[in-house]
């Protein structure tokens, strides 16, 4: 159980706040929409992370579209990608018939999305593309660029609207830095 204060103590500063995140996703949910009229649109995302922000920009879809979720896990020797990304739970649409966009909380290393998205391709979707909600690219150890990035931010560790440390702190309605410092 974490209580208020707690969660409190760990918050460094809000970076940014409900009203901030509404608002870039609003303007990302109308560029699908624009983009994909007409289309056979499925949304993927990857658990935990990227639950909260699915959740809220699917419904600033205003197309038809389907959403998947999935959970991948990506092997490196060093930092080098052992090119084997085990998909411990999949998405059970068949792929060629969909313009897929994933769905992403934060792009860091870069590592399991760049091997998830060369997973993906194998099965043929129409198009694939890339919208996250946050891109640290200065912690990049692979090649990784998303298509639409809402926020970039420098290399902070951040919580809250899903991102968790620990598994914590995933369900404050805002993006935090967290505080490594304080006990
Ligand atoms: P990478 O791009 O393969 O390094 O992995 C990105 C994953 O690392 C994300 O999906 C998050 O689960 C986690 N992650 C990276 N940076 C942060 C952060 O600042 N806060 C919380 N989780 C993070
Ligand atoms: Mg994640």
Same mark, same amino acid.
Request: charged share 30%.
């Given at each position: ?17 409900? *009203?901030? @995140? ?9 560029? +699908? ?6 289309? !056979? /649109? ?61 769905? *992403?909380? @934060? ?9 998830? +998205? ?6 043929? !979707? /129409? ?57």
């Amino acid at each position: 159980m974490i209580n208020t204060e707690e969660i409190n103590g760990k918050i460094k500063r809000v970076i940014f706040t409900e *009203e901030e @995140i509404k608002a870039k996703t609003a303007e990302a949910g109308k560029w +699908v929409s624009r983009e994909y009229k007409d289309k !056979p /649109l499925l949304l993927i995302s990857i658990l935990n992370g990227a639950f909260v922000f699915m959740a809220d920009f699917c419904r600033q879809i205003t197309i038809p579209c389907e959403v998947a979720f999935m959970c991948a896990k990506s092997y490196y020797s060093g930092t080098v990608s052992t090119g084997e990304v085990s998909i411990t739970m999949d998405v059970s649409q068949d792929l060629s018939r969909y313009h897929v966009i994933i769905v *992403e909380d @934060i792009i860091d290393t870069g590592r399991t999305l760049h091997d998830v +998205v060369e997973k993906l391709k194998e099965r043929n !979707p /129409l198009s694939l593309k890339v919208i996250t909600l946050l891109d640290k690219p200065s912690r990049r150890l692979v090649k990784f660029e998303a298509d639409m990035s809402l926020f970039t931010i420098p290399d902070l560790f951040v919580i809250g609207y899903g991102l968790d440390c620990d598994e914590y702190y995933r369900n404050l309605p805002y993006i935090a830095e967290y505080d490594e410092e304080k006990q």
